[in-house]
């Protein structure tokens, strides 16, 4: 027995040099108790698959951990179980996946989320990721090369991109240089350009904007010229952004989205056939569904018993739940209203049977601070729905959605109104493609400052875009609209009742989403 255990670990590290990877100690020892009762033909395909699966997470960056070789068997054996795999999940952003970029072995490392802690060290960390996050994508953007070249090269029309650091105690007059940074007013009525080794004044009197709505807060790239500590500028713009499939060719298949699948979605064969099946299959997607207002009840009714014969996979709604009025029990009050919508449902024959009830609160609903991500609603306001329609399901804000093959983002916040009380430029025509181009440039939610939409420092992995889903419901108080920008969508159902009763259905299979309304 002692033998056959030596020769299967000569076998596993020879095979695995034959595929980059190096193995440590941990990961050895896990894929020879894994494989030692394995028939020899069984265990030589399992071994091939297992490497397969480990070059779809790139792990032939640096050793191989036990942590991947885990994610690799799992992967394998459930392949082989189709009943295993989820067509439609949930994932709350307290259960989202926390990546963290490593710089030095340019790859992004699975890292834990600490508990609701107050540190500075936390603060640092969450700039320093979103600042790497972009970082990393525009170096790899073929329009720029070395970052520690200073000047545009005009032949090969590539810009090289010059540290903040480097400018500092700079006493000459240095031009056509370009630079990354986070946009921000550290004195009233004073705009600078910051990464997370300083800051530098902006002079902004001459400059053009690219397209994009920028605001306090975005992180943009600079040309400009450099001078007694001012940098001049004359074009800011957005960094480039990238579609998912582009990332994904640079990392491989990992699940930055979460669930309980080991690589991502679309890399899934038995969800690409599952999808591939069900051509017809929808979504519904409304927001500022108030259930104390009685036209909104009656348009719902209609809803409900016009997709009765044909149900969609799920209905998602957006808050507030209730209209915004001063109440003395605003949790009561809620909890009233969301018992009456569950009679509502049950009173139409066999679709609670049929499809989910997706619930994604706004802040303005009761029961929690206005800290993003916004945890689901109380248990105790949501119980009189639940008991009568057990698919529904409460979420965060924001949440992911994973339908087969297909990310869907749903977040429910005013951010085009917000964003442009406090932009730094002014787009002139239509202003939901400059936000759209922000929205993925950013490759994150918050889009704003803390100071206007505060987030958890330890949760805003959860508010990140990367890579870019199909969708991203953005669900505001803004008029309705659907835009696309590099492989994602995204797209605003509108207020439910100050819309005219308007709301999208997305079709998976064909990734197109539909404007619908209730006359």
């Known amino acids: 027995m002692a033998s056959n255990i030596v ?42 698959e297992i490497w397969s699966s480990l070059a779809k997470q790139k792990a032939s960056v640096g050793l191989t951990t036990r942590e991947q070789c885990e994610q690799a068997v799992l992967e394998v054996t459930g392949q082989k179980q189709d009943g295993s795999v989820k067509l439609f999940d949930v994932i709350g952003a307290f259960d989202s996946p926390r990546f963290i970029f490593d710089r030095d072995n340019q790859r992004f490392v699975l890292s834990k989320a600490t508990l609701f802690t107050d540190s500075a060290d936390h603060f640092t960390e969450y700039f320093r990721n979103r600042y790497n996050y972009i970082y990393q994508r525009v170096l790899r953007n073929p329009i720029f090369a070395n970052k520690s070249v200073t000047v545009k090269d005009n032949s090969s029309n590539k810009y090289k991109l010059k540290p903040l650091e480097a400018l500092y105690g700079c006493n000459v007059l240095m031009e056509n240089i370009t630079v990354f940074g986070m946009i921000t007013q550290i004195q009233p009525g004073q705009w600078y350009i910051e990464d997370f080794n300083g800051a530098v004044r902006l002079d902004l009197s001459k400059v053009e904007y690219g397209p994009g709505l920028i605001c306090d807060g ?121 018992k009456k919508l569950g009679q509502l449902i049950s009173s139409v024959e066999g679709l609670k049977e049929k499809s989910k009830f997706v619930f994604v609160p706004a802040m303005e609903d009761a029961g929690s601070l206005s800290v993003y991500p916004r945890p689901p609603l109380l248990s105790s306001v949501t119980a009189g729905l639940t008991k009568q329609v057990k698919s529904a399901i409460f979420t965060t804000n924001p949440c992911r959605i994973q339908y087969c093959t297909k990310e869907i983002v749903v977040f429910r916040e005013d951010l085009i109104p917000k964003m442009f009380k406090c932009r730094v430029n002014s787009p002139k025509d239509n202003l939901t493609h400059h936000f759209t181009r922000t929205l993925v440039s950013a490759g994150n939610l918050a889009l704003l400052p803390l100071s206007t939409m505060p987030v958890y420092w330890q949760y805003d992995h959860a508010m990140s875009l990367h890579p870019l889903p199909n969708l991203v419901i953005a669900a505001d108080n803004y008029y309705p609209y659907t835009e696309e920008s590099s492989g994602c969508i995204v797209s605003n159902p509108g207020s439910f009742p100050l819309s005219k009763f308007n709301f999208k259905v997305y079709y998976p299979a064909s990734n197109e989403v539909e404007d619908s309304a209730i006359w």
Do not use: W
């Not at 440590?24 to 494989?35: A, R, T």
């Not at 927001?287 to 909104?296: A, F, G, K, P, R």
């Not at 719902?300 to 209209?323: D, E, N, Q, R, W």
């Open 218 to 338: 975005t992180f943009v790239l600079c040309d400009g010229s450099y001078e007694q500590d001012v940098l001049y500028a004359n074009v800011i713009s957005l960094p480039p952004s990238e579609t998912a499939s582009v990332t994904r060719a640079q990392f491989g298949d990992i699940n930055f989205f979460g669930g309980e699948l080991t690589t991502c979605a679309a890399a899934n064969q038995v969800l690409v056939s599952k999808e591939i099946e069900d051509p017809n299959a929808f979504i519904v997607f409304l927001s500022c569904v108030h259930l104390d207002n009685s036209e909104v009840m009656n348009k719902l009714h209609i809803l409900f018993t016009g997709y009765s014969k044909s149900p969609p996979i799920a209905f998602v709604m957006c808050g507030p739940f209730v209209s915004p009025r001063a109440r003395v029990d605003p949790c009561g009050f809620l909890a009233e209203n969301l």
């Open 7 to 48: 020769k299967l670990k000569s076998s596993i590290i020879k095979s695995s040099k034959l595929y980059g990877l190096s193995l440590n100690s941990e990961s050895l020892k896990y894929l020879v108790e894994i494989l030692v009762d394995l028939a020899p033909n069984e265990r030589d395909a399992a071994i091939e």
